[in-house]
C-alpha cells in the first residue's frame, strides 16, 4: 500500500488523537517486532504524556525470537513495559490483558485508595500504517473491519469494545505516521513490505534486502535461490535474475521484476523469521 503523508494529513491525524488520548488511560503502541524502530513515532512520547503505556511488538510470528527478547529487554530497561503479540491469533488476547494488568495495576491502587471503584480502565491503539492496528482491533471486538482513524467523522459516537470486565477498548486507532525524513526509516519499512515508497527503487530495496541476509542471515539466500553467497549484494542480484528467468531479449536483466521477487519473498515471510533491526545497532 502506498502511504502519502502530506503535512494536512500530519495536522488532522494528530488532532484527532490528541482529542481520543483525552479519553483514555492507556495508550497501546503498536511496533514492527522486525523494525521498532522504524515503525515507531517520537511524537507520540509528547501525545502520550501522562498516560501508560504499552507497548505491542506486533508481527512477531515473522521476526527473529531472539531479538524480539533483546528488544523486550531494552524497552524494560527503558521503564515501558513491552510484550510479542500476533495480533491475527486470539492466542495474543491473553497475553496483551496480563500485560495491561500490569501496566494499569499502580494506577487501579491509587483509584481504589481515592475511593474509586469499578471504573474501567480504557485505552487506545497508536501505530503507523499497516503495523496492525485494524487488526489487533478487529481480533478482540470480533468484528471485520474496525474504524480507520483517516476517515472523517469517525471520533462522533465514541465506542468502546469491552476487552474484559474491567477495560475497554477505543474502536479507532490513532494513526501515526514515520519519520519519512529519515532514509534508513523509509528502507526498512520497505524491506518488511509493509510500505511501498514512491522515492525508494525497488531494485534498491531488494539489494539491501540481499546484504542484510548476506551478513545476519548467511544460508537464507542460497537455500532460497541457489546463489553463492559469498558474492556481492548487486552479483546475487543477477545471479538471481538468471536463475529465475527474468531476463529480456538479448539476455537483458528485467531488474524490477527481479527486485519483484525478493521483495515479495519477504513480505511473504519466504526466508523464515527476519528482523532487520536489533537493539545492538543503537548507538549508545
Ligand atoms: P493498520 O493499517 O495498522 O490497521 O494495519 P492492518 O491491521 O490493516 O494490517 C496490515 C497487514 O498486516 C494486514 O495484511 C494484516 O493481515 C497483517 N498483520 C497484522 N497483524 C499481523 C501479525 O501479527 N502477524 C502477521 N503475520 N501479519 C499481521
Redesign the pocket.
Known amino acids: 500500500?502506498d502511504i502519502q503523508w502530506f503535512p494536512g494529513h500530519m495536522t488532522k491525524a494528530l488532532r484527532e488523537m490528541q482529542n481520543n488520548i483525552k479519553l483514555v488511560d492507556l495508550v497501546i503502541e503498536?511496533l514492527d517486532s522486525r523494525v521498532p524502530m522504524s515503525s515507531g513515532n517520537p511524537e507520540l512520547s509528547k501525545i502520550a504524556q501522562g498516560k501508560q503505556r504499552l507497548i505491542l511488538l506486533?508481527?512477531?510470528?515473522?521476526a527473529d525470537e531472539k531479538i524480539t527478547s533483546a528488544w523486550i529487554e531494552y524497552f524494560k530497561e527503558k521503564g515501558i513495559k513491552a510484550v510479542a503479540?500476533?495480533?491475527?491469533?486470539t492466542a495474543?488476547k491473553r497475553t496483551v490483558k496480563q500485560a495491561v494488568d500490569i501496566v494499569v495495576k499502580e494506577k487501579k491502587e491509587r483509584d481504589l485508595k481515592r475511593g474509586i471503584k469499578g471504573r474501567p480502565v480504557r485505552a487506545m491503539v497508536v501505530?503507523?500504517?499497516?503495523?496492525?492496528?485494524?487488526?489487533?482491533?478487529?481480533c478482540y471486538s470480533g468484528r471485520s473491519s474496525?474504524k480507520?482513524g483517516n476517515m472523517p467523522g469517525v471520533t462522533k459516537g465514541t465506542q468502546w469494545i469491552r476487552l474484559s470486565g474491567d477495560l475497554e477498548l477505543l474502536d479507532t486507532?490513532g494513526?501515526l505516521w514515520p519519520k519519512f525524513e529519515d532514509q534508513v526509516t523509509g528502507m526498512h519499512l520497505a524491506m518488511t513490505g509493509?510500505v511501498r515508497s514512491e522515492v525508494l527503487d525497488m531494485s534498491d530495496v531488494a539489494v539491501n534486502i540481499i546484504s542484510m541476509l548476506k551478513e545476519n542471515y548467511p544460508g537464507k539466500l542460497g537455500e532460497r535461490y541457489g546463489c553463492n553467497e559469498d558474492n556481492g549484494s548487486v552479483e546475487i542480484f543477477e545471479e538471481i535474475a538468471s536463475k529465475r528467468g527474468c531476463l529480456r531479449k538479448g539476455g537483458v536483466i528485467d531488474t524490477d521484476k527481479t527486485a519483484l521477487i525478493i521483495c515479495d519473498d519477504m513480505k511473504n515471510?519466504r526466508f523464515g523469521k527476519i528482523s532487520f533491526e536489533s537493539p545492538s545497532d543503537i548507538d549508545q
Not at 85 to 89: A, G, K, L, T, Y
Open positions: 500500500m503498536l506486533n508481527k512477531a510470528d515473522m503479540v500476533d495480533s491475527r491469533s495474543s501505530g503507523i500504517p499497516n503495523v496492525g492496528k485494524s487488526t489487533f482491533i478487529n474496525a480507520t486507532p494513526v509493509a515471510g
